[in-house]
């Protein structure tokens, strides 16, 4: 498939050094996305009847023919304790978020999806289960994008617009995003800044993600470099840094990654507050849903 052709075109030019101002609302110097990912139930099991374990959590631990439950107690503790710990943080500092949703999750804890809306965050789509998108049929494809949305939607009535592949997407999910009538996806990390595609005849919204200002670095393995809570408010307050003195001249947005079993927990919970505190002092910054960014990029440029 052509670049030309392809939803994910390999564009190694972007803005070329002269991105569009974003005329963030109040002139803010910084949008900064917040997204806590609800993954728990969804991580591949052997006792869901998934075709193997899911092996990496607190530590790394390949678990073959068996169920891993220890590994799934390690989840759990996202929706039993750490995503509460969460949201009286972002409540105390008047903070909205995305919340990246699995949807077999949700299926197991419709009450998840509730309180999510119930607290005027944004409840987006993250694939179904833990598995790759790259070589899905499109039937399949289309089956597990209908069946997320199916299940956000039946647990808290609210059809969610954005889109973040786990793993790699297909070929293909652009398309299939688009013509389902999704706003935006996430299933880039290229820039600092959204940008417009046309996709199926639609201006399809891309608002790209990043792995750096991310606590998935609290996991085992190379991608882990965290060990304690100054670790993740150290890196996310210099990215917020550079970004807000660069932001005098060029505006630009800034995602944070949050995991309700990593973050969430009482040893690291801190570097979040660290970071909100030096964040919500700063001023000329707006704390966006990735759902508002969405919508005011394409009112802006679309």
Request: hydrophobic share 40%.
């Given at each position: 498939m052509s670049n030309e052709r392809s939803p994910y075109p390999r564009d190694l030019l972007g803005y070329g050094g002269e991105p569009p101002h974003p005329n963030w609302p109040n002139d803010a110097r910084l949008a900064v996305s917040i997204v806590l990912n609800a993954e728990a139930g969804a991580e591949l099991s052997l006792a869901d009847g998934d075709e193997k374990n899911e092996a990496v959590y607190?530590?790394?631990?390949?678990?073959?023919?068996?169920?891993?439950?220890?590994?799934?107690?390690?989840?759990?503790?996202?929706?039993?304790?750490?995503?509460?710990?969460?949201?009286?943080?972002?409540?105390?500092?008047?903070?909205k978020s995305t919340v990246s949703s699995a949807g077999r999750t949700i299926e197991r804890a419709p009450w998840l999806a509730q309180d999510i809306v119930a607290r005027g965050h944004e409840i987006s789509a993250h694939s179904y289960r833990w598995e790759n998108h790259s070589q899905m049929s499109e039937v399949h494809e289309r089956?597990?994008?209908?069946?997320?949305i199916a299940a956000i939607e039946n647990a808290c009535g609210v059809r969610p617009l954005g889109w973040h592949t786990k793993g790699a997407p297909s070929p293909i999910?652009?398309?299939?995003?688009?013509?389902?009538?999704?706003?935006?996806?996430?299933?880039?990390?290229?820039?600092?800044?959204?940008?417009?595609?046309?996709?199926?005849?639609?201006?399809?919204?891309?608002?790209?993600?990043?792995?750096?200002?991310?606590?998935?670095?609290?996991?085992?393995g190379p991608a882990g470099k965290f060990l304690s809570a100054d670790d993740f408010a150290r890196v996310c307050i210099d990215a917020f840094d550079t970004l807000w003195e660069e932001g005098a001249d060029q505006p630009a947005m800034m995602s944070i990654g949050l995991h309700p079993r990593y973050i969430g927990r009482p040893s690291r919970i801190g570097g979040l507050v660290k970071f909100l505190i030096h964040a919500t002092t700063k001023g000329d910054v707006w704390f966006a849903r990735r759902i508002d960014i969405a919508k005011h990029w394409k009112q802006l440029l679309g």
């Open positions: 607190e530590i790394l631990e390949p678990i073959e023919n068996v169920p891993n439950h220890c590994l799934a107690s390690h989840f759990d503790y996202g929706p039993r304790v750490g995503y509460w710990r969460i949201m009286r943080v972002l409540d105390r500092f008047g903070v089956a597990i994008i209908d069946k997320t999910t652009r398309r299939l995003l688009a013509e389902k009538g999704f706003l935006y996806d996430s299933d880039a990390y290229d820039d600092d800044l959204p940008r417009i595609q046309a996709v199926a005849g639609r201006n399809h919204v891309i608002v790209p993600y990043a792995f750096d200002t991310n606590d998935m670095r609290y996991q085992a």
